[in-house]
């Protein structure tokens, strides 16, 4: 079965810090993983794309990685901000067929001032 | 600037009732999904359509049926709504190829 688990389930940064989130996959055959921010009471955003033969992807204060041979992922942010409080999602697709997605339950960051 | 639209953010219905949810999106993308949240289960996908008038199951389908008439707009009918239906729906699109997801809002469905 297809499975994404991402790490920790909740974290608390001050603002200013890194972070860094985790995210372990066991979908085949592996398509690419996304990234998406998901404030309170909205709908999920897409921070990053990754296919198989990318290991990194920056989007601003976010880089997200990927290892394909472990099955692993992370994302960090960089100077963490008080907009940066969201839930931040996993989703990993596997094949071409564009239904084929299975997302992670989140990791909830607050960022306190 | 991209848009998909979800037609009520907050929704509270009887059980038995019959419950229209719609999504409309103004990228001419030919992928549309439905996915419930729900918290420790994550987006679990209901339904999604790649085409007008084509649809395929998702992962939970039961309990639940689509409409796709035009390319912009994809609704999720709920025939006979039970209590576990309540939940947060979330409507996406994306272009054919495309693996870059766009969200709705999200419609806050209670049944009671």
């Known amino acids: 079965k297809n499975q994404v688990e991402q790490s920790p389930q909740s974290l608390i940064i001050l603002e200013g810090k890194n972070c860094t989130l985790q995210c372990n996959y066991t979908v085949s055959p592996f398509s690419n993983l996304r990234w998406y921010k998901q404030d309170t009471g909205r709908g999920p955003v897409s921070l990053t794309i990754?296919?198989?033969?990318?290991n990194t992807k920056s989007n601003g204060r976010y880089t997200a990685t990927l290892d394909a041979d472990t099955k692993q992922s992370s994302l960090h942010i960089t100077a963490s901000q008080l907009s940066d409080s969201a839930s931040y999602i996993c989703?990993?697709?596997?094949?071409?067929?564009?239904?084929?997605?299975?997302f992670g339950d989140g990791t909830t960051l607050t960022v306190k001032p | 600037d991209v848009k998909v639209t979800q037609s009520s953010r907050y929704l509270v219905k009887r059980t038995g009732e019959k419950v229209f949810l719609e999504c409309v999106q103004d990228m001419d993308h030919e992928n549309m999904f439905w996915y419930r949240q729900d918290p420790g289960l994550g987006l679990r996908l209901i339904y999604f359509?790649?085409?007008?008038?084509?649809?395929e199951k998702g992962d939970i389908p039961e309990g639940y049926s689509v409409s796709r008439e035009k390319k912009e707009r994809f609704s999720l009918i709920l025939e006979s709504a039970s209590t576990n239906q309540t939940s947060m729906y979330l409507c996406a699109s994306s272009g054919t190829g495309k693996l870059k997801q766009f969200f709705g809002p999200g419609t806050r469905l209670t049944v009671l």
């Open positions: 990754m296919t198989f033969s990318e």
């Open positions: 989703v990993v697709s596997a094949g071409t067929n564009a239904g084929k997605s299975t």
């Open positions: 359509s790649y085409d007008v008038k084509m649809k």
